[in-house]
Structures are given as C-alpha cells and as structure tokens.
C-alpha cells in the first residue's frame, strides 16, 4: 500500500455504495459460489455412489470443481486484502456464473430456473461491484 496516496473516501457520490461495501459485496458473492462449487461437487460424487450408474467421470467432476472452489476462495481472500491482482479473475469468474444462470435459465423443470436466478443475481451483483470505479481506486496496485 502506497502510504503517499490519499485516503479513498467511504463513498465518492452520495447515495452511491462506497468502497467498503463494494468489497464486501464481492467477496460475499465469491463465498456463495465457492459453497456452490463445493455442494455441487459434493453432489455429484453422492449421486455417482448412491445412484447406481457409472461412476467414470464423477471423480474427475469433483476434483475439479474443488480445485475450483479453492481458486475461488484464493481469489477473494486476495480481493479482501484489497490486492489489485485478484479483481480480473474474480470478474472472469462471475463472468462465468452469468453463462452458468443463463444455461440454467435454458434448462427444464423449476429446479434449474430457481438455480438460474440464484447464480444470475449473485453473478451480477459480483460483477457490477468487481466493475465498480470505487472498487478499482479501492485495491492496492
């Protein structure tokens, strides 16, 4: 941290959320879709034990979709120790709930659509705070 730069003021626009709760909006998201990313990985390897089908791929699902909540959490521990480094994969990351809510939003049966609009708002609250001009004076360079 540049200990010559001026202190970020806790919000620049009146009415507008401040730098602060900026961060503590993505770095939430980012924890709802790393618990997502477990459940679903978890999920999947209970059904291919307890759902009689082939298990081929199902360990290779989970490990990855671990290995992508680790990412995940590594990226907003960096974004919660405001380290300018980690707001591009955290947006790329919710770039990617996006597409996931909007295949989801395509799916069949309430499941998927209820799923669509959990990981859409999350996704886009992420995203607009990761994007948000506060934000980016806010992390360390």
Known sequence: MDMNAEPV????????????????????????EVLGLVGYGIAIG????????????????VVLYLIFAVL?????RGL???RMVA??????AQAF?????????????VLPHAMAVVVG???ALGFGAGVARPMGRFLDR
């Open 46 to 61: 209970w059904s291919a034990r307890h759902g009689g089908g082939k298990v081929s791929a199902a360990p290779v699902l």
């Open 97 to 109: 709930a996006l597409i996931v809510a909007w295949t989801l939003a395509h799916g069949t049966g």
């Open 121 to 123: 708002v999350v996704g």
């Open 72 to 76: 995940l959490a590594l990226v907003a």
């Open 9 to 32: 003021p806790e919000t620049a626009n009146p009415g507008s959320p401040g730098p602060v709760v900026l961060l503590q909006i993505a770095t939430t998201a980012a924890g709802l």
């Open 80 to 82: 919660r120790r405001r």
């Open 87 to 92: 707001r591009t994969p955290f947006l790329l």
